[in-house]
């Protein structure tokens, strides 16, 4: 097991979502109306995707708020180009240095293009319909074609009381929650939260297919939003594969979310995840069993942004899953408990400086005790263009900890300087 | 590793093409809206302005700016300019003071805004100072003679706005004077202008 934590060290890599620029040439505006700087979104950003792709009208007070249809006949008219983004890029360079007790050290650098993305987005014309596709050609430097995203949906309401229903194949956290809550980061690297690092192997953003139904409230000025949000999903091809590694089928998620936006730019989120699926443990050694296993999430999240300029965000997540390394020892558990705080500072619309520390304590029935790994990390990140549309990124992480199975020791430092092209 | 390479020129050549379709976004976006801006009385929603947000913006000289309008300037600057470029004020010149009220008003009743009332008025303020000095056309179309020979070709005015460098040219030589700049800004009738740059519902008076 320890081999496999060591592993995940290694490849701590971005998570893959980015923003989308079709949107911003539609209404010609910059790619910052919804990012903070790409592809971290904003309230507006936010609200777009809750509206079904649509620009969020002003809510005045004492004004009738505008439904979805009236949004949807106000849209510019429909194009192809307005509703593809071909070159969604990053090109990365990366020098990392690993350490593992009882291994000698490994350095390793290079460039490669690291993630070429192609979406579709927006409304369907004339109707309330909205849908996604994401394509990803490139991902963390290799070359492997996968529709990433693809669901449809319907949009109803009015822009202070809407709500939504979709269907199809969409990752579980994509533009949910609050900034604190989002998988969306300024650090070129995916934080640590947000990584595969249990020995059960659960990733937390996964792409099942399944309905996602999602309620939102707003008040004058957007000064409030309230948002619920409820996902019910079977694992893809509907034997689990992708819930977790060795699970054969039987797989099934819910996930719910809450989210409270209070201007300007801060939130709140909760979220609960309940998952269970046949897990195959020992596979194909003379020991291999199944058992069913739940998996379980909670986590709580806020962030406060200081004058327009200093975002302060933090967060906790708690896990939970059955664990059995022997057939029939019922009773295991993996847990974890997994902290992190953030300071980004935005010197100006197009300059942020961040740094994030995570501390994730981890513990296994049968394993040593509690075991924990810590993450600094810290970014520059850069605009190179007025419309926002090319940013320079670069960061430094430290990783160090013991994995809970053997309580071997493994660090790791990376350097990542990048360009990120949206078009 | 060349494998690497070779996809790393793929990427460039692939963004090279898409930064090409990116500048011409502006100009389809312009021809792709001739929508009306009102739908019905009920709800109105500002047409995107037809400029390109990478363009390059209007020179503007603080100094001949009053302690208000740089007041103003530099909100513009930071709330404003989150989703727009200085063009779309300088773009909007056909705007009047009411127009420009509603406007900004709305914006603030925007997610992301972070705008205040006060600071709304003092966006206001510049928002119309620069309204008008941008009526000042031969000062704002002389700034792009680029070659310095005291005349205007076509090609050293923006695109956006060579449909008036072609109504302003009457002698047709393909040059603009500061003199036919001047006859042509003379000849517009800013009450026909204005009415059309309204846009949105009035804005309501906050308590």
Known sequence: ?423 | MNILVRFSMVGLIWVSGAVALHGQAGQRVKDALGLSADKGGKFKICPAQAYDQDAPEPALSTASMSAGVLDGYRLFRSKCGQCHSLNQSATKSEASVHDWTNMVFRMQDMPSSHMSETQSKAIVTFVVWQADYSNDLVKTLMAFDKDGDGKLSKSEVPERMQGMFDRADTNRDGMLTPEEIRKYAEAQDPSLAAASGNCGPDHQTKK
């Not at chain 1, 059960?200 to 939003?225: E, H, M, R």
């Not at chain 1, 379980?296 to 899953?321: C, P, T």
């Not at chain 1, 974890?336 to 994030?356: F, M, Q």
Request: hydrophobic share 40%.
């Open chain 1, 1 to 423: 097991m320890s081999v496999s934590f060591a592993l995940v060290l290694l490849t701590l890599t971005q998570t893959n979502l980015n923003a989308m620029p079709q949107y911003s040439r539609r209404y010609n505006v910059k790619c910052s109306a919804c990012h903070t700087i790409a592809p971290v979104l904003n309230e507006m950003g936010y609200m777009f995707k809750r509206l079904g792709y649509h620009l969020p009208p002003a809510l005045s007070k004492g004004q009738k708020a505008p439904t979805i249809s009236d949004l949807v006949k106000a849209e510019p008219q429909w194009n192809m180009a307005d509703n593809f983004a071909i070159a969604v890029a990053d090109f990365s360079f990366q020098l990392t240095r690993n350490t593992q007790e009882g291994a000698s050290s490994a350095s390793a650098s290079g460039f490669q293009v690291n993630v070429w993305n192609n979406y579709a987005g927006g409304w369907v014309p004339n109707t309330n319909f909205f849908y996604l596709a994401e394509f990803d050609i490139i991902t963390n430097g290799v070359v492997s074609p996968t529709l990433t995203n693809a669901y449809f949906g319907y949009a109803g309401g009015n822009a202070k009381s809407n709500w939504y229903l979709a269907g199809g194949r969409e990752h579980l956290q994509i533009g949910e929650g609050t900034r604190a809550a989002g998988v969306y980061s300024l650090m070129p690297a995916s934080p640590l939260m947000f990584e595969t690092v249990s020995p059960t192997s659960f990733i937390f953003d996964q792409s099942p297919v399944g309905l996602d139904a999602g309620y939102t409230w707003a008040s004058d000025g957007y000064k409030n939003v309230l948002a619920l949000t409820g996902k019910v999903t079977n694992g893809d091809n509907a034997d689990g594969s992708e819930i977790l590694g060795l699970s054969s089928k039987h797989a099934k998620d819910v996930w719910v979310d809450a989210d409270w936006w209070f201007a300007p730019e801060s939130g709140v989120t909760f979220l609960d995840y309940y998952g269970a699926k046949d897990q195959t443990q020992n596979s194909g050694a003379d020991s291999q069993f199944t058992y069913r296993a739940t998996i379980r999430r909670q986590g709580l999240f806020a962030n406060y942004m200081i004058a327009n300029k200093v975002d302060v965000l933090g967060g906790y997540m708690r896990s939970k899953d059955d664990w059995q390394s022997v057939a029939g020892t019922g009773g295991g558990y993996f847990r974890a408990n997994d902290y992190y705080g953030e300071a980004n500072y935005y010197v100006t619309p197009k300059l942020a400086l961040s740094g994030r520390y995570d501390v994730l304590e981890q513990r296994i029935t049968g394993g040593p005790g509690r075991e924990a790994a810590h993450e600094w990390s810290a970014a520059v990140n850069r605009t190179f263009t007025r419309s926002g549309a090319i940013i320079g990124r670069l960061g430094y992480s430290y990783l160090s900890g013991r994995d809970p199975v053997g309580a071997v020791k493994s660090t790791n430092r990376l350097v990542q300087a990048d360009v990120l092209f949206n078009f």
